[in-house]
């Protein structure tokens, strides 16, 4: 039995991934910039932003800092503008809560992160909470899932790593944790072979946290056919 239990945010808490690219779409526009969506998702299972296309294209760091805060205030409208919730992801985290220790990872920054929870109830339910600024390396290096651990005091053994990307999945991969990738339909044709679990929703949390020594049959069983993750 898995004893904690440790979650990415964005993807698999709430549904932000697509609005965050589109923010960084349009801050992109506005300097002539077409935002390639496939080497977008290349590159952020490799940890790499978007700025990568922008200085690809000889955009200089002025106008690449002026659009990141571009970017940010557009993230931020979509935050408070748009619905984000993932359906069941309250009822799975209230049944988990009674067996397990739980904590969000995120690389979200403290402020976009506090406006998506302002007025939810998910980090009720968390003992902390770490965001991008609580650690120096982000994922897909170990460091944010070992900070983790050490926060509880826990071995890799006894925790499980919840993701939907695969930069989020190389770091709990790195970190020694086993990881369950939950279906999202933006992180979708991300490369997740090395995934423990692969599951289409937080409601099946349940059934491996509590078994903790599936066979591979039962393994495979916990994979949603028809998910192409």
């Not at 526009?29 to 977008?40: F, P, Q």
């Not at 980090?123 to 982000?138: C, I, K, N, P, Q």
């Not at 279906?183 to 692969?198: C, K, L, P, S, V």
């Amino acid at each position: 039995m898995k004893r904690y239990v440790l979650f990415d945010n964005d993807g698999v808490l709430v549904d932000t991934e697509g609005w965050y690219y589109q923010a960084g779409e349009r801050a992109l526009a506005e300097v002539g910039l077409t935002l390639d969506k496939d080497r977008y998702l290349r590159d952020m299972g490799r940890g790499i932003g978007i700025w990568a296309q922008a200085r690809a294209t000889g955009i200089d760091e002025q106008t690449i800092e002026r659009q990141r805060k571009v970017r940010d205030e557009y993230y931020q409208e979509y935050l408070r503008t748009e619905a984000i919730e993932i359906e069941g992801v309250i009822e799975a985290l209230t049944e988990l809560a009674e067996h397990v220790r739980m904590a969000i990872v995120t690389t979200a920054k403290r402020a976009d992160f506090e406006l998506i929870h302002e007025h939810r109830q998910i980090t009720d339910l968390m003992e902390f909470v770490l965001v991008r600024e609580d650690y120096e390396r982000a994922k897909p290096h170990p460091e944010p899932y070992l900070t983790a651990l050490r926060y509880f005091r826990a071995a890799e053994a006894d925790a499980l790593v919840v993701e939907d990307s695969s930069r989020g999945l190389r770091s709990a991969v790195a970190a020694g944790i086993d990881c369950a990738v939950v279906y999202n339909e933006f992180t979708a044709g991300q490369d997740f072979a090395q995934a423990t679990y692969r599951i289409g929703s937080l409601a099946e949390l349940h059934a491996i946290v509590l078994a903790g020594q599936e066979t591979t049959a039962e393994a495979d069983r916990l994979r949603p056919q028809g998910h192409p993750v």
